[in-house]
């Protein structure tokens, strides 16, 4: 059988910048369901909302008070239900990210925790005693500053440990209360229609339970990541991981046609074993094109690694952009990012797609004093800002691209060729980068061997990628140019008749010269063999 979540694509939104329907300079849930017709014509199969969750947004909703209810700013719970309501109205799944490894230090329980040592939940976090030297018990880092990943307590008298800001204390799992509690927050959710999680930082949860120190990072450099200077052997996929992984598996098997999708960034031989033996991850987050270089021959070599490294019935996903990773656009540059969204659109597996993505647009210069993310905040001057891929949604040309009313102050800054690039115009385009990518998503849901075929590649010449994609008698031959020259593909003699199906290009002149094809400089090609 398949599922949904294999053959569908899915489109995620980062709610506090999609579209504010109350004047607010920030997106809610009402902005969310107004614009549902869109997404609908667009094509995807499900939404993937990132935290909406009550929060004092330290990291932006990434420190949760509250894991059952909505923040005042994007709605209430009955807007949340009305969302989900409306989307499945629309045959569009809604997933929400669940954020296990830990909450706000508002959050009530965290409140008791640190009241005292003798409080119900005095083991809910993850408390321990100084080091003989009275500093923190073991080495480990922030992923945000690179400092230490404890905080002295004066009221316990011990340090809390944080894997991100001092406001994100870890939950500890090992408890079998938080681990009952946390797995019914998932059954609230589950039971009010929502089709699965998006889970964050999946891999990061369990940790040594003998807390030993991480070895030194030989290849770190001064100007590097602070938070990469250690090792991270004993506070980031450790072997528990996978039970912690069948335990979430447990409560969403539990219910019909859900999933979960697992932010796990690690290479491929590490990730592929977050699917077990088909009882843990249904997708473990790939997001290994956004650290390969973009050359034909290492993405086909990745696909091919990723390919041959899966285990039996497991079902692969792609990732090119997401609230994390600069824009696709900006990475590759726009003339590339057509062949990108045909790449991610059309390899084997289920494509997630950033918002914005679909438009082409790309990382937003942000003005020091409008600076939100504490990553740059904490770490100025190294890159790792993650406002500039965040800004509003280019909805059409009036001021603020649609996104909120022109007389407030967005959140972030909108970015400056909003006029020039923005649904409303690009809809009405017929060489946009959105209608070719509407067109895209519908010839990938008409055909299966698109969305459930087989993969194999099938070979090029240096800097193209050309891959064959099969069901049953139906095949589809896709061809990517990754230069900035005219590349000629030799079809091989196997292959048979082919039809032109779908260019990144217009006008779509393209003819089939005997048994070669000829592609322009940054053109991506679909291609049907045709029936004996």
């Known amino acids: 059988m398949t599922h949904w979540w294999q053959k569908g694509i899915v489109y995620q939104i980062y709610p506090r910048s999609f579209q504010d329907t109350n004047g607010d300079g920030i997106g809610d849930l009402h902005g969310i369901i107004q614009r549902l017709g869109y997404l609908h014509w667009l094509g995807i199969d499900a939404i993937w909302i990132s935290p909406m969750y009550p929060s004092p947004m330290a990291d932006f909703g990434y420190d949760i008070s509250d894991y059952t209810d909505v923040h005042p700013m994007f709605g209430t719970l009955a807007d949340m239900d009305e969302l989900i309501t409306a989307a499945h109205q629309r045959n569009i799944k809604v997933l929400l990210d669940f954020v296990p490894g830990h909450t706000s230090n508002q959050h009530p329980w965290f409140l008791e925790s640190r009241s005292s040592r003798d409080n119900p939940k005095h083991d809910w976090y993850i408390w321990r005693d100084p080091a003989p030297d009275g500093g923190p018990p073991n080495n480990w880092l922030s992923r945000f500053d690179g400092k230490s990943g404890w905080t002295w307590d004066k009221n316990r008298e011990q340090y809390y440990l944080h894997s991100f800001l001092a406001e994100q204390p870890d939950l500890n799992w090992r408890n079998p209360q938080v681990r009952e509690t946390m797995l019914n927050v998932m059954r609230f959710w589950l039971d009010r229609g929502l089709d699965g999680f998006r889970v964050d930082v999946v891999y990061r949860v369990m940790k040594d339970p003998q807390l030993r120190d991480n070895p030194p990072n030989p290849d770190w450099r001064e100007g590097m990541d602070p938070g990469h200077r250690l ?57 290994n094109l956004h650290d390969t270089t973009w050359e034909a021959e290492k993405i086909r070599a990745l696909v091919e690694q990723y390919e041959a490294l899966l285990p039996e019935g497991a079902w692969p996903n792609w990732v090119l952009g997401n609230h994390d990773q600069h824009r696709v656009a900006t990475r590759i540059g726009q003339d590339q990012a057509r062949v990108a969204m045909m790449l991610l659109l059309t390899l084997r597996g289920t494509p997630i797609n950033y918002y914005g993505d679909e438009l082409g647009m790309h990382d937003v210069a942000i003005p020091p004093e409008k600076i939100q993310d504490p990553w740059e905040i904490y770490s100025p001057g190294l890159g790792l800002g993650r406002d500039p891929e965040r800004t509003p949604m280019q909805w059409d040309d009036t001021p603020n691209a649609g996104f909120c009313p022109p007389d407030v102050e967005p959140w972030l800054p909108v970015a400056d060729d909003y006029a020039q690039n923005n649904v409303a115009l690009a809809r009405s385009r017929p060489d946009s980068m959105l209608t070719f990518t509407q067109k895209l998503i519908g010839l990938r849901r008409a055909a299966p061997a698109l969305h459930i075929g087989e993969y194999r590649s099938l070979s090029a010449p240096l800097g193209l990628f050309a891959y064959l994609r ?58 049907k063999v045709a029936e004996a």
């Open 231 to 287: 090792i991270e052997k004993y506070n980031k996929n450790t072997p528990d991981a996978h039970e912690f992984n069948r335990w979430l598996r447990a409560v969403t098997d539990e219910y019909d046609g859900r999933v979960l999708i697992g932010e796990i960034n690690l290479p491929l031989p590490a990730l592929v074993k977050h699917h077990g033996q088909n009882d843990e991850i249904h997708l473990p987050q790939n997001i």
């Open 470 to 527: 099969a069901y049953g008698a139906e095949r589809y031959v896709v061809v990517l140019n990754f230069t900035n020259r005219e590349q000629v593909w030799p079809i091989p003699d196997e292959i048979g008749r082919l039809e032109i199906g779908l260019t990144t290009h217009l006008p779509n002149d393209k003819e089939i010269e005997g048994q070669q094809l000829s592609l322009h400089q940054n053109e991506g090609v679909v291609l």
